[in-house]
């Protein structure tokens, strides 16, 4: 029976070159950085990069959520979510707090009334924001809350010229293969509390939690190359922007094309990361339709809200709207004119649908 083997496209597709292997096998067959040295340098370029000191590199973001979530103070039995937290945090969370409650937040959205949250101090405040574009943050750290975030996606990305995660007690962000620099996998884990990051670190290190010495290498390779990197995705992001402007919801505030005319170019080539793009539709089954139609990959931006995992029967507004109109499309350094040209034709053919 004769097989055939089909490439399955990435959502994300990695920055990932062969110069990055080379330099990887290099480092290792050659040992001119010898393997403790190897994850030193990851740290402490990334250090320098990001403005921050506590930085710790480890093998998965699951380890990284457990070095948080089994190191914090016992007190903190409530969480506080955004209303978008996808099933892998779910999960996770469900077998360590005892209550967890949404808020009509998600990564489009971040702003709410601390006013309404009751138990701060045995509270943890939990969101993601994936997104790769400036937001406003700078409320979370005047709350008397502990807060924590994946930054994922905007690793890079500053507001006010400081990084977001300079604004919350703990952050998460992904370093597998889809992401604006990859180790291959892994996670990096930033903690404000000096004597917490102490007693997470000497935790990573004695149980051989930390990046390994290969994917340390790759990572050292992909740093050196971040602001290349970066400029790539912003003349596509850019270009997408450009052809489909013209038709632009004015009520959608989620549609990146929105977003972007609250800032210059100028301040988005300094502060951003860009790494999603996403676009509003009338109706999403039909979009996606449409898409599969032309060739073009989509994703839901919220494929289920976490009222619904915990069957709330309240109403969350914000979040709803999102997840009936926000559809990502696919965006990443690879995409060839072919490609652009079918999601110019696709965007431009929905929203006068």
């Known amino acids: 029976m004769e ?3 089909n490439r399955i496209v990435a959502f994300k597709e990695p920055s990932l070159k062969r110069d990055d292997l080379l330099s990887v096998l290099e480092a290792l067959v050659n040992r001119k950085i010898f393997p403790k040295e190897i994850y030193e340098q990851s740290v402490e370029s990334l250090k320098n990069i ?21 190191n914090i103070d016992k007190r903190y039995s409530n969480l506080y979510s955004s209303n978008d937290l996808n099933h892998f945090y779910f999960n996770q969370f469900s077998l360590f707090f005892e209550k967890i409650t949404p808020l009509d937040i998600n990564q489009y959205s971040l702003n709410f009334d601390p006013i309404k949250l009751s138990e701060l101090n045995k509270s943890l405040f939990f969101f993601t924001y994936n997104l790769g574009y400036p937001v406003d943050i700078q ?5 008397d809350i502990i807060s924590m975030a994946d930054f994922s996606g905007s690793l890079f990305t500053k507001f006010n010229g400081k990084h977001l995660l300079e604004y919350v007690d703990f952050a998460i962000c992904s370093l597998k293969d889809e992401e604006i620099i990859t180790a291959g996998d892994g996670a990096l884990i930033y903690i ?7 007693k997470i670190n000497e935790y990573a290190f004695n149980n051989n939690l930390y990046l390994s010495d290969f994917n340390s290498s790759l990572l050292l390779s992909q740093i050196t190359k971040k602001d290349k990197i970066i400029e790539s995705r912003k003349k596509i992001f850019l270009s997408i ?17 929105k977003i972007l005319e609250k800032y210059s170019i100028e301040e988005l080539s300094i502060y951003s990361s860009f790494t999603t793009f996403t676009i509003d539709v009338k109706d999403i089954n039909i979009a996606r339709k449409i898409a599969e139609q032309i060739g073009v990959e989509t994703n839901i931006a919220i494929e289920k809200p ?11 507004p914000i979040t709803e709207k999102v997840a009936k109109h926000a559809l990502f499309i696919p965006f990443y ?16 053919k929905i929203s006068i649908y």
């Open 3 to 5: 097989v055939h083997l």
């Open 50 to 70: 990001l403005n921050v000191k506590n930085i710790i590199l480890v093998s998965s973001k699951y380890v990284a959520l457990q070095l948080i979530l089994q």
């Open 139 to 143: 409320f979370i750290p005047n709350i």
């Open 192 to 198: 404000k509390d000096r004597k917490l990051y102490d």
């Open 241 to 257: 922007y450009e052809k489909t402007k013209e038709n632009i919801s004015e009520l959608n505030w989620f549609d990146t094309r």
């Open 306 to 316: 976490l009222s619904l995992e915990l069957k709330l029967l309240q109403n969350f």
């Open 333 to 348: 350094p690879l995409l060839n004119e072919k490609d652009l040209e079918k999601i110019y034709y696709f965007i431009n």
